[in-house]
């Protein structure tokens, strides 16, 4: 249990929730958000005068005692508009031609609004009343449960926010941060009491170094070095450095994770409760509790990227592993700190930091880099392998398997480019990447498992996408940077259709079919969605959207949709969307490829009355997979988007003639 008394008691609270309600639909992290409406003492003896019958609280008893003493979760994050939000700000997007993206755009930019927050005097007043920590000014929260500030998250708010131009929205997250990293030594996991114990990964610097880009802010830059500063002394600290010795005696420091907490998380403190049960030692529970919140501080909370065996979270093993994107986020501190003190005038901090980030990329290269792969890995230290703190390097340690991490040092090639081609073959690494498996239909998997954790296959998440995306897009050769504008059309029509679908924007996504939303882990799917936005409208910006749809060329004539799904009714409706253009021959699918379908032809569905019986015919892109014909979800997933474009399309025209 937490010793911070608020939260102690929040905890009990937490697990009589979970004993009165029942799991269905229980989220453990709303109970730690509740604000009180009373001093402590007051809430925790009424609490403990509630009637029990069998050390569980009546469920009405419990909701009056929640109503008298709470406020609800996320009421002292005040909605405030951001002051530099205009519905169409100028030079938006400039490149988006295409009125239905547009238009969609538009509504993602607008979602700020409604993300924008600024934690209520009633923190400043009372903090031993909330969870929530007070900081000084506009935040922009990810969404749905996520009703704090996070940190790697923020890095790309930000990048929307630039798109959006709300540089003044943008610098004070920033301030934000800084204000953190002020008061605690590091930037915390959110703005949260229970996230004090562990970071996530160091993306601050990060930020600045965008707004800076665009802005030119020299103040901004000199105001938020000296928490850069202590931020790089936190990630090189004792807890998080480690001492490896290379095959030819060279020692190395490398960074890891580790969070300073032996205990559930008080967020999920009924999940690790009940994981821990099946392990039997308070030692081993304690150390259970480690791992998991320092897998927390990694970003990637859960996977079996940690795990030793993957079906099994208990066997989380975080604290020993030197994480590949870790050790790149700590590169790019050091390489802008150096920039950013040459910036300021200080060329001996510049130069020191520019040998520091040279140690870390010797230490990569030299155990991180597998060169028989073509990949950045992960390495797993021995822990009986460790002389006066130093560790063995040994080859077999490397993890080998396939995890987007492995190839988030491209990344490296849109912000200091020299730094990564100077040493690496940026060919062997792009073909190890299109052999890796990983790139999917409609975005970058987090991992090949599925394990059922939300930070592995088939989930995609947005940040993931922009860094190989933004990495491919900048690297040397034309067919990486096609690559990485294939990903970024394919993420972003997967989220459009996901918008259309379910009017949200959401956390993670599959990327395996188009427009649904990603699952597994330990809390619902979340709507919002702070990084997904940032990363739909950033992409936007990169690579445009032109008039004449980028969708058409491939998917021309699509085409089906299920009546009913059933596998022995295959009963499909075909429509065909662009009806001028009469199909050749060769466009026509042979036709025992969907020999099983019946096609119904439904004349009054399709779009426009230029249709005429002749023009059937549809065009088969890509390779069918027998799953494909079977489930005809190629057909669908394309459809949906086509049909939604279409649709949109018609109403534009509509509008118009009316004007
Ligand atoms: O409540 C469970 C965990 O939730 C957070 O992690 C997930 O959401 C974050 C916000 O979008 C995101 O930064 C993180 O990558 C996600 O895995 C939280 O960060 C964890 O500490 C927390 O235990």
Request: proline fraction near 5%; aromatic fraction near 12%; include cysteine.
């Amino acid at each position: 249990m937490a010793t911070d008394p608020l939260l102690s008691f929040l905890q009990r609270v937490q697990s009589n929730a979970l004993r009165s309600m029942g799991p269905t639909n229980f989220d453990p992290k709303l109970y730690v958000d509740l604000p009180l409406k009373t001093d402590l003492p007051a809430a925790i003896s009424a609490f403990n005068s509630l009637p029990r019958q069998s050390g569980t609280i009546p469920i009405s008893e419990f909701n009056t005692f929640l109503t008298q003493f709470f406020e609800e979760a996320g009421s002292d994050l005040v909605y405030a508009k951001p002051v530099d939000f205009k519905p169409e700000p100028e030079g938006f997007l400039v490149e988006v031609e295409n009125e239905v993206v547009r238009r969609w755009a538009l509504e993602v930019h607008a979602i700020w609004k409604t993300l924008s927050r600024r934690v209520s005097d009633a923190v400043k007043i009372r903090p031993e009343r909330h969870t929530l920590l007070y900081l000084p000014g506009t935040v922009i929260v990810p969404g749905s449960r996520f009703r704090e500030v996070y940190y790697w998250d923020s890095y790309w708010v930000i990048r929307g926010l630039l798109a959006s131009k709300m540089y003044d929205t943008a610098k004070a997250i920033v301030f934000n941060l800084v204000s953190l990293i002020e008061s605690y030594g590091h930037v915390l996991n959110g703005a949260r009491t229970y996230y004090i114990n562990r970071s996530q990964p160091p993306l601050l610097s990060s930020m600045v170094m965008e707004i800076y880009t665009r802005t030119g802010d020299v103040e901004l830059v000199k105001r938020v070095l000296p928490a850069l500063l202590k931020e790089h002394s936190f990630w090189v600290s004792d807890i998080h450095q480690v001492t490896i010795q290379d095959q030819r005696g060279r020692k190395h420091c490398l960074s890891r994770y580790q969070a300073r907490w032996y205990q559930p998380r008080p967020e999920s403190a009924t999940i690790d409760e009940e994981l821990s049960l099946k392990l039997s030692t308070p030692s081993e529970k304690d150390s259970f509790y480690h791992e998991i919140a320092s897998t927390a501080e990694s970003g990637w909370d859960f996977s079996s990227r940690w795990m030793r065996n993957s079906s099994d979270l208990t066997t989380t093993a975080t604290t020993l592993i030197i994480p590949v994107d870790l050790n790149t986020f700590i590169f790019k501190l050091e390489r802008d700190i150096s920039t950013f003190t040459k910036i300021i005038g200080d060329n001996s901090t510049s130069q020191k930091f520019i040998e520091v980030s040279k140690s870390r990329k010797a230490a990569i290269r030299s155990l991180l880099w597998n060169p028989n792969l073509g990949q950045w890995v992960d390495y797993w230290l021995d822990e009986h392998d460790a002389h006066q703190g130093v560790y063995s390097w040994n080859p077999g340690s490397q993890n080998c398997k396939n995890f987007a991490s492995n190839f988030v040092p491209l990344w490296l090639l849109a912000h200091y480019k020299d730094q990564l081609t100077e040493e690496f073959d940026e060919e062997l690494i792009i073909n190890s990447l299109k052999k890796s498996g990983l790139i999917c239909e409609y975005g970058i998997a987090t991992s090949l498992s599925n394990t059922g954790q939300q930070w592995d296959f088939p989930n995609g998440w947005a940040p993931l996408q922009h860094m190989i995306i933004e990495g491919l897009a900048s690297a040397h050769s034309k067919e990486a940077r096609q690559l990485a504008e294939s990903i970024a059309i394919n993420w972003i029509k997967t989220n459009f259709v996901a918008y259309k679908k379910t009017g949200a924007i959401h956390e993670k996504c599959n990327v395996e079919s188009c427009g649904e939303y990603g699952g597994g882990g330990e809390y619902k799917p979340q709507t919002g969605f702070g990084w997904t936005n940032g990363v739909i409208l950033a992409l936007l910006e990169e690579f445009g959207w032109p008039h004449k749809d980028r969708y058409r060329s491939k998917d021309r004539y699509i085409a089906i949709n299920y009546q009913n799904s059933s596998v022995q009714k295959r009963t499909a409706i075909i429509y065909r969307l662009v009806p001028k253009e009469p199909a050749t021959d060769a466009t026509v699918p042979p036709s025992n490829q969907l020999s099983s379908f019946k096609y119904l032809i439904p004349f009054f569905l399709l779009p426009t009355s230029s249709m005429s019986p002749k023009h059937h015919s549809f065009r088969i892109f890509g390779n069918i997979t027998r799953e494909e014909r079977v489930t005809g979800k190629k057909y669908v997933d394309i459809l949906i988007f086509a049909f939604e474009l279409e649709k949109e399309k018609k109403r534009n025209n509509k509008n118009n003639r009316r004007n």
